[in-house]
């Protein structure tokens, strides 16, 4: 008796999903990258999204768009131009006295509104604070993925969003696609991405869009604006030159040698992960993967293992020097000096070299 024929092996993984976009997603088109601007001032990551924005726009054949969303008035103004010299084709512009402030519920409503007028098929957004409050409530709203924290993105052979990023606690990778929603959304924290080149005076094009909501409706009040006085006032992200500890060091006392030779050197200091969790140091000096991203010019490792975690927070810098006392310590494979020694001892003689050869000048340069 001749056995039922066995049915055909399903592809797994991703090659089994669905790929076909539904209809009615197929006219979204173009590349956006939402300005993120507070109080007049914009976040550097929108323009290293920029960068990645015009990239992936050349490669699918399609336009960038800046969007600004803010008050009316010369900083949203001074927002579109600059979005202009970091390569966008166009501008979309929600300004309204209403988003003097930023506040979940207007600029959600700006921005899926935005979205579900003109379409685009890419999104992205610095994953900043405001950055994340905004990029889950906007995917949520419009029932699309979102995926956080990238650290590369690119176009896949069938024009999709290939979005990576970090998983199981930074040992591995993975590619995440939004096949069957539109548009595609990802966050990158500040500089993953390296800062494009302004170019001075371009031109784009401006379309105006009403933001279709009155104060009246805004459920969340803003009273006053009150600064943060105990903020971080660290410019860890951004600095040309960073030394930082790690466990190593052994004692908080001796973190003090990292910070003593940031000051010498006008550095900013940071750290490790673990001397975060034991209190010896702010949450906000943390680099790596759960911490800050940075790409000095100079970075200064001093007891710190290079576990992976830490290295995806430095592997920009453009120059990488570790100290560390074990010669098979993980920082070797990727510092570009390596010194075997004891940091506790090194530190201070450091210091002291670079306190007798640097003039305050030169030390206010190489901070500039
Ligand atoms: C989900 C997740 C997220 C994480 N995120 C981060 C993150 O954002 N940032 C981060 O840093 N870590 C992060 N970690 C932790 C990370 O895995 C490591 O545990 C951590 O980076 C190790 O810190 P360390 O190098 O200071 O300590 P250790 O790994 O203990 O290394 C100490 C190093 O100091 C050296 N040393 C000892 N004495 C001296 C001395 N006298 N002089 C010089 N060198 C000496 C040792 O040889 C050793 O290499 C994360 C972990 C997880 C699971």
Known sequence: MSQPAKPAPQPAGRAAAKKELPEHFKAYKHVWVFIEQERGHVHPVSWELMGSGRRLADKLGVELAAVVIGPTGDATKAAVAESFCYGADLAYVVADDVLTDYRNESYTKALTDLVNTHKPEILLLGATTLGRDLAGAVATTLLTGLTADCTELEVDADNSLAATRPTFGGSLLCTIYTLNFRPQMATVRPRVMSMP????KPVGRVIEFPLGLVEADIVTKILAFVPDRDKA??????ADVVVAGG???ASPENFQLVRQLAGVLGAEYGCSRPLV???WVSADRQIG???KTIRPKL????GISGA???RVGVDGSDLIVAINTDKNAPIFDFAHLAL???AIRLLPALTEAFRKRLSPHTRDRIAS
Do not use: C, F, P, W
Request: a negative charge; hydrophobic letters at 35%.
């Open 247 to 249: 466990l190593g060091l």
């Open 299 to 302: 970075y200064i490792a001093a």
């Open 233 to 238: 006032t660290s410019n860890l992200a951004y």
């Open 289 to 291: 993967q759960t911490g």
């Open 340 to 342: 075997v020694t004891d």
């Open 197 to 200: 080149e302004r170019v001075e």
């Open 277 to 279: 969790q034991k209190g």
């Open 308 to 310: 992976i975690q830490h």
